[in-house]
């Protein structure tokens, strides 16, 4: 009897623990006092002779986690895809009537953004299929804020591979990046320094800014840089392979993980 009711607690336990069966919870109310002190011993000693179990538990919940945040950011990147793929303010490199788009959001002050963009350009350089889209994601303070302000600015005077060029530029540069610095690599690329000022303080800009921080907080981006490929998110800088794994799935089967 008793090894038979432990059967029950353990399994009772568990699922509590899932936060996945409220049928089992409900089932504890007809237990009586001396019977839920009882059952709540055992569970105890159970637990404490056997704590691998409350790893097994938390792994299975952070992966249940996960699976709900990738559906949650698949179906999110399906509500905004136009806007993500479209948006007129965005950068577009590479092939712009390329099979597959790439979307990287990123800010000018992340080191790790720094890193990715040798990864981007390559990228770029082997498959002239790859469209790709870059999108201010400033959340590194008013540094990050202005000098985006300024890129986007940048943007009504160049285009194609000269606007890349500049995107590489500034983020190429060595420390704080702010609107002084991107508009010092402004001028060095033959900018309207005066076109500039007064675009950088249009709504535009800030309507810009504005629809991808919305962008980000709907895609539950929490950092940068974040990638885009398909319907799947993919947060940090992971390095060129998994991207290009992922680039090759998604024109294989139209999906990120074709498994």
Same mark, same amino acid.
């Not at 540094?143 to 160049?158: C, F, G, P, T």
């Given at each position: 009897?008793?090894?038979?009711?432990?059967?029950?607690?353990?399994?009772?336990?568990?699922?509590?623990?899932?936060?996945?069966?409220?049928? !089992?919870?409900?089932?504890?109310?007809?237990?009586?006092?001396?019977?839920?002190?009882?059952?709540?011993?055992?569970?105890?000693?159970?637990?404490?002779?056997?704590?691998?179990?409350?790893?097994?538990?938390?792994?299975?919940?952070?992966?249940?986690?996960?699976?709900?945040?990738?559906?949650? /950011?698949?179906?999110?990147?399906?509500?905004?895809?136009?806007?993500?793929?479209?948006?007129?303010?965005?950068?577009?490199?590479?092939?712009?009537?390329?099979?597959?788009?790439?979307?990287?959001?990123?800010?000018?002050?992340?080191?790790?953004?720094?890193?990715?963009?040798?990864?981007? /350009?390559?990228?770029?350089?082997?498959?002239?299929?790859?469209?790709?889209?870059?999108?201010?994601?400033?959340?590194?303070?008013?540094?990050?804020?202005?000098?985006?302000?300024?890129?986007?600015?940048?943007?009504?005077?160049?285009?194609?591979?000269?606007?890349?060029?500049?995107?590489?530029?500034?983020?190429?540069?060595?420390?704080?990046?702010?609107?002084?610095?991107?508009?010092?690599?402004?001028?060095?690329?033959?900018?309207?320094?005066?076109?500039?000022?007064?675009?950088?303080?249009?709504?535009?800009?800030?309507?810009?800014?504005?629809?991808?921080?919305?962008?980000?907080?709907?895609?539950?981006?929490?950092?940068?840089?974040?990638?885009?490929?398909?319907?799947?998110?993919?947060?940090? !800088?992971?390095?060129?392979?998994?991207?290009?794994?992922?680039?090759?799935?998604?024109?294989?089967?139209?999906?990120?993980?074709?498994?």
């Amino acid at each position: 009897m008793r090894l038979s009711l432990l059967k029950t607690c353990r399994a009772a336990a568990l699922l509590g623990v899932l936060a996945v069966a409220p049928a !089992a919870m409900a089932q504890t109310a007809v237990f009586n006092e001396q019977q839920k002190q009882a059952i709540g011993e055992i569970v105890k000693d159970y637990l404490l002779k056997n704590p691998e179990v409350l790893t097994e538990v938390i792994g299975e919940l952070e992966k249940r986690q996960a699976q709900a945040q990738q559906a949650a /950011q698949a179906s999110a990147v399906q509500e905004t895809k136009q806007t993500l793929l479209n948006a007129p303010h965005s950068y577009v490199a590479g092939n712009p009537s390329g099979d597959i788009t790439l979307v990287e959001f990123f800010d000018y002050n992340c080191g790790y953004c720094k890193k990715a963009l040798a990864d981007v /350009q390559t990228l770029m350089k082997s498959d002239p299929k790859l469209r790709v889209v870059l999108k201010d994601f400033p959340v590194l303070g008013p540094d990050s804020v202005e000098a985006s302000r300024v890129a986007l600015a940048v943007k009504n005077q160049l285009q194609g591979q000269k606007l890349f060029d500049y995107h590489a530029k500034v983020m190429e540069t060595r420390g704080r990046v702010n609107g002084e610095r991107a508009m010092a690599v402004a001028k060095e690329m033959g900018v309207d320094m005066a076109k500039l000022q007064k675009d950088m303080e249009g709504a535009e800009i800030r309507n810009a800014l504005q629809e991808n921080m919305a962008l980000g907080d709907k895609l539950s981006l929490t950092g940068t840089p974040a990638f885009i490929i398909g319907e799947t998110v993919i947060p940090g !800088a992971v390095g060129i392979e998994p991207l290009k794994q992922l680039i090759a799935n998604v024109r294989s089967c139209g999906k990120a993980d074709c498994g």
